[in-house]
């Protein structure tokens, strides 16, 4: 994704926007740190991964305990 800094934005701003209206986002920089993203408003939004794995895995009921024997024999000296 193109950067460019405060004064290009300032001076090509028209340019910029038609580029990212027709699908070229670009990112606008202060001091050479990212502080906005332009992108067209038809854009899709990026949707969340949360559950993207759901209905296809299953997690034991254990879960929450596995491992514990373990990591306690890890972390005790031998009591």
Do not use: C
């Not at 934005?9 to 209206?21: E, G, P």
């Not at 993207?52 to 972390?75: C, H, K, N, T, Y």
Request: no cysteine.
């Amino acid at each position: 994704m193109r950067i460019v800094n405060m004064h290009e934005a300032k001076t090509h701003l028209s340019r910029l926007v038609k580029a990212a209206a027709e699908g070229e986002p670009f990112v606008i920089a202060r001091a050479g740190k990212p502080v906005v993203k332009v992108l067209a408003l038809d854009t899709p939004e990026s949707h969340s991964r949360i559950g993207f794995l759901a209905g296809r895995i299953s997690v034991p009921p254990d879960f929450g305990s596995m491992g514990a024997r373990e990591i306690q024999a890890m972390f005790s000296d031998g009591k």
